[in-house]
Each structure stands twice: as C-alpha cells, then as structure tokens.
C-alpha cells in the first residue's frame, strides 16, 4: 500500500517544478514591468520614451562592450573562483537546459526590458547607481548564499548604470542584459546536453 506522499515524489517534481519556474519567471517580470512603468510616471516622466529606439549604433558598442567584459571577468571567476561560490541553487540550469533557442531569446528579450526599465529607468533615476544595484543585488536572491556572485551581481548592476549614463538611452543596458542572458543561456543549454 503506498500513501499520497509516495504518489507525489513518483509523480516528477522537476517537471512541476519546471512549470511553476517558468510561471514565476513570466509573473515576476511582468510585475517589474508594471512597477518600472508606473514609477516612471510618477516621476513625470514617460516610459515610451525611455524605449524610443535610439540615433545611431553607439549604444550598441556600449551594451556589446559591457558584456565582452563581463563574459571575461565571469570566465576569470569560474577558473579562479570554487564551483560552489558560483551556485545559483541550480535555477538557471533548469531554467535554460530544455528551452528551445527561441525560448531563450524571449526570456532573454523579456528579462532585460522589464529589469532595465525598472532599475535603470525608473530605480537609478531616483536613487543613482549605488543603491539601484544594491537593489539589483537583493532581488537576486539565488546569489546571496555566497559573497562572490552577490559582489559580482552588484558590479554587473553597476555596470549596466555607467554605461545608461554614458550612452544616454536605455538601450545600451538592455543589449547588455539581453546578450548576457541570451548567450549564458545558450551555454547552459549546451553544457546540459553534454552532461546528459
């Protein structure tokens, strides 16, 4: 005779659980959106115009750039640094490992206008960088077992702030989010598969 709790670890958590990542990744960002949008309005500002696509290609050289050197200092930290100083809790392998390639465009698409538009938009217009990605840092819970990736959230968050004030226009911090996002997410994928 087996009882419920039997039926339920039988039934694969990592499927449910999976589900509910997804559900929450896609009810999160929609919260952020909606509480970078109304915080820029309240702060008299209008956020289409935050996204109004830029003159020029330089704030491509500004997000692409950033990440360049991130992806380094990231390489530099996983040669140098303890697998286990890096752990996330393993939510972004599971986030990433069975997407299709367009899946993770679009989670890498959504994740970085919502997050911008929210900390670089509305949060560092309020507060300035500093505090903005001490907000950054804390938001991304996952990380703050281990100094490490929480030192390296807030730098990356601060990054992301320089580079809006140099480039003058959303975008560049968004690029630089989304190529992050996108490219590690492929990476993860492919690590995945390898291991599989």
Wanted: net charge positive; aromatic share 14%.
């Amino acid at each position: 005779m087996t009882n419920k709790n039997e039926n339920k670890r039988r039934r694969g958590p990592v499927q449910l659980t999976d589900r509910l990542l997804l559900v929450n990744l896609y009810l999160t960002q929609g919260l952020t959106l909606l509480i970078g949008t109304v915080w820029i309005w309240l702060q008299g500002r209008n956020p289409l115009e935050l996204l109004e696509p830029p003159t020029g290609w330089t704030f491509l050289y500004w997000g692409a750039g950033l990440a360049v050197v991130m992806f380094f200092v990231d390489f530099l930290m996983t040669v140098w640094g303890r697998e286990e100083d890096m752990d996330d809790g393993g939510i972004n392998a599971m986030l990433f490992r069975s997407r299709p390639l367009w899946h993770i465009f679009v989670i890498a698409a959504i994740v970085s206008v919502c997050e911008e538009l929210l900390f670089r938009g509305a949060l560092q217009y309020h507060l300035g960088p500093y505090w903005t990605s001490i907000l950054f840092a804390v938001i991304h819970i996952r990380y703050l077992r281990h100094w490490l990736p929480t030192a390296w959230v807030f730098a990356s968050s601060y990054g992301l702030g320089w580079i809006y004030v140099q480039s003058g226009t959303l975008w560049a911090p968004i690029v630089c989010h989304f190529l992050i996002d996108f490219i590690s997410g492929i990476m993860i994928k492919r690590r995945e598969q390898k291991e599989r």
